[in-house]
């Protein structure tokens, strides 16, 4: 027993070792971006200051005008309805361009879910990490990561597709074969423990080319 008790806290603390390094990486790509965009404010300001003090208005207006235009291009806040998957999925897909992978989310949760929070972020965390890992092993023009969730009937559908490298992945006692470590395997296994302590459904498929998951999670 003494034995099993510390191989599952070695595992443990292998797990929580990836979650701080990712949540770490996380925070300094939106630290990065915050110092950019406070850079990119100043010039803006110093910009519209010098054609005010020319009284050369009509530049003000243009000038503001090609801001909006560039703001609503450049705007990529997923909003699905949802302040906490908002906060999870934005953190994520910033990380994920941070490393040059491009990302598709179609995402709407048009009624307040009965899911804790804690349980909500354990699952969409490591289905973002999963695929970000998986990402990485391919050239970056290759790198796509897809993710769709919304409501089916009185069920929260979420699913992640990420290409690999044209590899089948193989399953080990019921399981696809991790490449990541025990960290990553544990990680695995407390989304799985989640989806059947609520009484849902995930169903993961390996096809060449591309990985998906699917799961299907009781709201109430």
Not at 5 to 34: C, F, G, P
């Amino acid at each position: 027993m003494g034995l099993l008790s510390k191989k599952i806290d070695r595992r443990l603390a292998a797990y929580q070792q990836d979650l701080m390094e990712t949540h770490y990486a996380e925070v300094d790509n939106m630290y990065r971006q915050m110092r950019a965009w406070r850079h990119d404010y100043r010039s803006h300001i110093q910009t519209m200051k010098a054609h005010a003090a020319s009284g050369d208005w009509e530049a003000v207006r243009r000038y503001l005008d090609s801001l909006e235009t560039e703001l609503n291009t450049v705007d990529t806040v997923l909003k699905t309805g949802n302040p906490m998957t908002d906060a999870i999925l934005n953190s994520k897909i910033s990380l994920a361009k941070s490393k040059d992978i491009a990302v598709s989310a179609d995402a709407h949760i048009p009624v307040k879910l009965g899911l804790s929070e804690l349980d909500l972020c354990c699952v969409l965390g490591n289905l973002f990490d999963n695929a970000i890992e998986a990402s990485l092993r391919l050239p970056p023009e290759q790198r796509l990561i897809r993710v769709y969730m919304d409501m089916k009937n009185t069920q929260l559908y979420i699913s992640f597709t990420n290409f690999t490298a044209g590899k089948k992945l193989t399953k080990l006692g019921g399981r696809f074969r991790s490449t990541k470590g025990a960290g990553h395997g544990f990680g695995l296994m407390r989304m799985d423990a989640i989806v059947e302590r609520l009484d849902g459904y995930i169903s993961r498929n390996s096809e060449d080319g591309a990985f998906t998951t699917e799961i299907l999670l009781p709201t109430a």
